[in-house]
């Protein structure tokens, strides 16, 4: 009796360390891939179709791990979309801080998903069948005490401890992660409208959406990557999907054409400049950048007297002007007063940004406004906003 018991809590399968290491990684990372492929590409951007097969498997696998539910976790997202590093964003670091969003992300998620308004708003076109109405959604204590049970057989009493990395996993990398680390650190292709950042290059750890300022950019993309050098991992997931004929990709992000024979702006570019808007504003930043900072150590005395460290002051340049408070506004039009220069390249990538804006506006009016952009930047005798604008023209 008594080996019998052993045998029977010792777990089916008998693994040396290493190898509950490898399950470990394995288990969360099936997890990390049914989150950014089913959750959040597919059901929140709807960026790819998926086949039953594959999304019945996501749903199950985030019952038995996360106990998260497809509609929450979809309403919750699209609101942070909407309403990004505003009061209203459910788990901004910009509006809660970075401390709370990486150790309170998950409680941060599970208050907004419980808010009805959110529900109702933004929860449309998830799943409403039988399974997600009387087990799913009602029932998700018991995917995750099912999944306990399922490990503690399979491994033995080490299967509580990959249990609770399980657990774990979801909460840690992408309600903390992703969440906090991702609109807080990290370097951006694109200037986008909030703080969003690409933690590191290459996204393999949480499935791709390590690359978050990509995905800010072209929200509706099935793929996060963007450079050459970037590499997601989600994506090549869905990429065998599609060739098994399990997915289809609706959308990915626009790769910018240039036609160096063009010197006025037509419509093309203006549709061009629309759609990689803020690959724009990054170029525009990037090319300027010298001058920048050349303009803001000339400005450090002015920055003290204004309260403005000179870091600050950097940061403010460069950022996009609806990011700052209204407050931190006035202080940099008043340092920005005294630098010609600066003065005007800051000014006129506002103005440039406001283009795109103007939806009010034909595309006949918005093109002739490109087009005078272009010609005062031109004619400004700074070199560099020439060559940007040169540029901006050949947009296709």
């Known amino acids: ?9 010792s777990g089916v399968i008998d693994l040396p360390w290493w190898g509950y290491i490898v399950v470990m990684l394995i288990f969360t990372h099936i997890t990390i891939a049914s989150i950014t492929i089913y959750l959040h590409r597919h059901s929140a951007h709807r960026a790819l179709e998926l086949h039953a097969i594959p999304s019945h498997f996501f749903r199950f696998w985030l019952w038995l791990t996360t106990g998260m539910v497809t509609k929450e976790w979809t309403a919750v997202h699209r609101k942070h979309h909407a309403k990004c590093e505003t009061e209203e964003d459910p788990h901004s670091p910009i509006i809660y801080g970075i401390k ?3 150790s309170e992300g998950s409680e941060l998620y599970r208050i907004e998903s419980k808010n009805k308004e959110t529900l109702e708003r933004y929860g449309y076109g998830t799943p409403d069948d039988w399974m997600e109405r009387n087990i799913y959604s009602k029932r998700s204590v018991m995917g995750v005490a099912s999944m306990l049970i399922i490990d503690v057989l399979l491994f033995g009493p080490i299967g509580i401890t990959i249990w609770a990395v399980q657990m774990m996993w979801a909460p840690i990398t992408a309600a903390g992660i992703i969440n906090g680390v991702g609109h807080y650190w990290g370097y951006r292709n694109f200037q986008a409208e909030d703080a969003s950042r690409n933690i590191v290059p290459w996204g393999i750890l949480i499935g791709g959406e390590e690359l978050h300022n990509n995905h800010h950019a072209y929200a509706t993309s099935a793929r996060l990557s963007n450079k050459w050098y970037e590499f997601d991992i989600g994506w090549m997931y869905i990429r065998i999907l599609e060739t098994m004929g399990l997915a289809k990709v609706k959308k990915i992000a626009p790769k910018l054409r240039l036609d160096k024979a063009k010197t006025q702006c037509d419509i093309d570019t203006l549709q061009a400049v629309i759609s990689h808007r803020y690959e724009v504003l990054a170029k525009y930043t990037q090319s300027l950048k010298a001058t920048f900072a050349k303009e803001i150590d000339d400005l450090k005395e002015a920055a003290v007297h204004y309260g403005i460290d000179h870091p600050t002051l950097k940061r403010w340049v460069l950022a996009d002007s609806k ?17 010609k220069t600066l003065d005007k390249v800051y000014t006129m990538r506002d103005e440039l940004a406001t283009i795109w804006q103007r939806s009010a506006a034909s595309k006949d009016e918005l093109v002739k406004q490109l087009e005078d952009w272009c010609r005062r930047a031109e004619e400004s005798g700074i070199e560099v906003l020439k060559t940007f604008s040169q540029r901006l023209r050949c947009y296709a």
């Open 323 to 339: 990011t700052l408070q209204e407050h931190e506004r006035v202080k940099l039009n008043q340092v920005l007063s005294e630098a």
């Open 100 to 102: 709370k969003v990486l």
């Open 1 to 9: 009796m008594i080996s019998e018991f052993l045998d029977l809590i």
